[in-house]
């Protein structure tokens, strides 16, 4: 994840989500790691859900709804770094790495990564942003 944009101290912040689906369907599928999938699987629900919300007109997710995803969210981060503790005699391998680096920024960075679910002006992605900004590509002729 990308640490440049948080030397910004006067911006609210959120995480750029599609990067960690992508991330998560690796540790996820590729590793079997189930935590991952869960959460990947809980980011779209809760996408889903903030998406009926603003589409009902409403400024924020259910109180129930939101504790029960924080709840979620945190058992599934604990999961994950359960899941890749630190071996007693070596160094983590690639793939403990990445499912141990996955888990910890979701720890760290959790109010980043869920502004999306307890502030509805934030979207999931960014998507729509960097498409307005990005150059189009002019094909060779």
Not at 12 to 31: F, K, N, P, Q, S
Not at 69 to 83: I, K, M, P, S, V
Not at 123 to 134: V, W
Request: hydrophobic content about 45%; aromatic content about 8%.
């Amino acid at each position: 994840m990308d640490r440049c944009q948080f030397a910004y101290d006067k911006a609210t912040h959120a995480i750029y989500l599609a990067h960690i689906g992508r991330e998560c369907a690796e540790v996820g599928m590729d590793w079997d790691q189930g935590w991952a999938n869960d959460m990947a699987a809980l980011r779209r629900e809760v996408d889903n859900a903030a998406h009926a919300a603003r589409n009902k007109g409403r400024s924020r997710l259910p109180r129930r709804v939101l504790a029960a995803f924080n709840a979620r969210y945190d058992e599934l981060t604990q999961a994950g770094l359960a899941a890749n503790r630190h071996p007693i005699d070596r160094m983590r391998d690639t793939l403990e790495a990445a499912g141990y680096n996955l888990a910890a920024a979701l720890v760290k960075l959790k109010p980043e990564a869920t502004r999306f679910a307890t502030d509805l002006t934030v979207p999931f992605t960014n998507d729509a942003a960097e498409s307005a900004i990005r150059m189009t590509r002019i094909s060779p002729r």
